[in-house]
């Protein structure tokens, strides 16, 4: 099994509804940041090495059809080549939306835990490099995410490319995979994880779990996520 689709849109615009989309519609496993989290024992240390450069793919994706969000979202050059056959799918939102909630979540300007534990700190410190002391610069940081899209809208192949808008439901996505559009809604979460335990870093530290407590916490908050989703 190699990857099929290759998410490149950054963390917090729609990922994890695309990741639960993707698996809905039988391109699953689909790889996300919280898939690090369930399975952390294994694919932190895979991770570790290829933030260091010496990345295995084949073994980080092993088992996986798609991935999205990051970390993978950061390589998608390299997985570009990688996996040649692969679809690109590009996530986009309004840059001051993005913003405000990578801002509330993912990269709050006092960092105060990270989704891995302590284990985790090189990984986050990888995903905040670009930003500097930066992070809470709204006009750098909308700009920032404005040239990430267009660097991959200009360096994709039109024929490997989606372009993937919250708006636009699942008849673009089917129609770059060629399957057949559900008949339910497309799996938009932001609203209904706002206040989930994912989001609240900036509010409070997490208490630390050991890394088995870890991943079965992940995969049941998953589980939950896809029995809200589709039922």
Same mark, same amino acid.
């Not at 309004?94 to 985790?120: M, N």
């Not at 490997?160 to 809604?185: F, Q, S």
């Given at each position: ?5 290759? %998410?490149?849109?950054? %963390? ?18 689909? !790889? ?35 991935? &999205? ?7 998608? $050059?390299?997985?570009? &080549? ?5 679809? &690109? ?21 006092? $960092?105060? %835990? ?29 700009? !920032?995410?404005? *040239? ?25 996505? *089917? #129609?770059?995979?060629?399957?057949? *559009?559900?008949?339910?809604? !497309?799996?938009?979460?932001? #609203? ?40």
């Amino acid at each position: 099994m190699s990857l099929s689709v290759i %998410g490149a849109g950054l %963390g917090r615009t729609g990922t994890l509804s695309l990741k639960l989309a993707l698996e809905h519609l039988g391109v699953g496993p689909c !790889y996300h940041v919280m898939e690090i989290a369930a399975t952390v024992r294994r694919s932190l240390p895979l991770w570790n090495d290829a933030i260091g450069g010496s990345a295995d793919w084949d073994r980080i994706f092993e088992g996986y059809r798609a991935s &999205v969000d990051y970390p993978g979202c950061l390589f998608w $050059r390299e997985l570009l &080549v990688h996996y040649p056959q692969a679809k &690109v799918i590009l996530t986009l939102r309004d840059p001051d939306a993005w913003f405000e909630s990578v801002s509330e979540t993912i990269f709050p300007v006092v $960092r105060k %835990g990270t989704l891995l534990g302590h284990d985790g700190l090189a990984l986050s410190d990888f995903l905040r490099k670009d930003f500097g002391d930066r992070i809470s610069d709204r006009a750098f940081m909308t700009d !920032y995410f404005r *040239c990430w899209n267009q660097s991959v809208i200009d360096e994709v192949p039109a024929d490997r490319l989606l372009v993937l808008n919250p708006a636009d439901g699942w008849d673009p996505l *089917c #129609a770059l995979l060629g399957l057949k *559009c559900p008949d339910r809604p !497309y799996p938009w979460l932001h #609203a209904r994880i706002r206040k989930s335990r994912w989001q609240l870093f900036r509010r409070r530290p997490m208490p630390e779990q050991k890394p088995a407590e870890l991943e079965i916490s992940t995969r049941n908050y998953l589980n939950d996520l896809r029995i809200s989703a589709f039922g």
